[in-house]
């Protein structure tokens, strides 16, 4: 059993969609929880970070911990074309390597 | 502006080649990585390294070497023992607590 686990999608959804994104871990020493998005031939970059468990809001973007069952999700409201990515879950225990998810696909169809 | 510093974007290697990717970054950070992402197998540790003249593999370090003789630098050679190295290959810094800072990418295809 892998430590981090996607789904890979593809997901295809309207624009103007809810997006829900999710990753399940085993790990519980991780603390630290994070959202990339990479775009098509791009390293990936930090879209949102939370420590421990709880809900994080940034614009259309919210992030959810549920550390009782190792459970995060990504959610985007108003979904928009340029939201079209590979979004990839990770979490660390602080110092450690961060482990990442294999990532989920994500087409968002004008 | 602050960043991380990949080069080449793009390589080529003939069989029995080592090539070299440089990684270079900005941001003062003591911790580097080198990953490699493969389509459907995420992103894989190649070697990282927390303080200069020191590092340690990850989980696939066969077939890879590195150095970490400034801070700023952590280049990644791929050796002739590597039998599968069509990637696309990432360096990334990180701070405790705050994740991976990436940078663009090299994709290298052996030819």
């Known amino acids: 059993q892998k430590e981090v686990e996607q789904d890979p999608g593809p997901l295809s959804v309207p624009e103007g969609a809810i997006v829900s994104l999710n990753c399940t871990y085993s790990?519980?020493?991780?603390?630290?929880f994070m959202w990339y998005r990479q775009y098509s031939r791009k390293g990936p970059e930090l879209l949102m970070y939370t420590y421990s468990s709880g809900n994080k809001e940034d614009g259309r973007f919210t992030a959810q911990v549920d550390k009782s069952s190792k459970y995060i999700s990504l959610f985007i409201r108003d979904s928009q074309p340029s939201d079209s990515a590979t979004y990839l879950c990770?979490?660390?225990?602080?110092?450690?390597?961060?482990?990442f998810g294999t990532g989920t696909k994500l087409q968002v169809i004008p | 502006d602050g960043g991380i510093t990949q080069s080449p974007k793009y390589l080529f290697r003939k069989e029995g080649q080592n090539v070299t990717l440089s990684c270079e970054q900005n941001l003062n950070h003591d911790a580097m990585y080198w990953y490699r992402q493969d389509p459907g197998q995420g992103l894989r540790l190649i070697y990282y390294?927390?303080?200069?003249?020191?590092?340690q593999k990850g989980d696939i370090a066969e077939g890879y070497s590195v150095s970490r003789e400034k801070k700023e630098s952590f280049p990644l050679t791929v050796t002739s023992a590597q039998k599968n190295p069509t990637a696309f290959y990432l360096c990334?810094?990180?701070?405790?607590?705050?994740?991976?800072?990436f940078g663009s990418g090299t994709r290298l295809t052996v030819v």
């Open positions: 990770a979490m660390t225990g602080g110092y450690q390597k961060v482990t």
């Open positions: 790990n519980s020493a991780f603390q630290y």
């Open positions: 990334a810094s990180k701070t405790a607590g705050y994740g991976y800072t």
């Open positions: 390294s927390q303080i200069v003249n020191d590092f």
